[in-house]
């Protein structure tokens, strides 16, 4: 219910969907060098956040057309 709310908003889910867009590609190159970071925890982070924003963007996109 709550995502069906958001979803009617399709310029807000874009802009979420492009914010996470930037944080997983600023997370790739920043993440790497916390010391004590394991490299898988970091590969995770950066792949929440790509699925994260492919999936807003897919879902404003889809928004918009219907």
Same mark, same amino acid.
């Given at each position: 219910? $709550?995502? #069906?709310?958001?979803?009617?908003?399709?310029? %807000?889910?874009?802009? +979420?969907?492009?914010? *996470?867009?930037?944080? &997983?590609?600023?997370?790739?190159?920043? $993440?790497? #060098?916390?010391?004590?970071?394991?490299?898988? %925890?970091?590969?995770? +982070?950066?792949?929440? *956040?790509?699925?994260? &924003?492919?999936?807003?963007?897919l879902l404003s996109l889809r928004?918009?057309?219907?």
């Amino acid at each position: 219910m $709550l995502l #069906r709310k958001v979803s009617q908003n399709s310029t %807000l889910v874009m802009r +979420l969907g492009l914010l *996470f867009l930037i944080a &997983a590609t600023l997370s790739l190159r920043f $993440l790497n #060098r916390i010391p004590h970071m394991p490299e898988n %925890l970091a590969d995770g +982070l950066s792949g929440v *956040f790509y699925g994260l &924003a492919i999936g807003l963007l897919l879902l404003s996109l889809r928004s918009r057309r219907g």
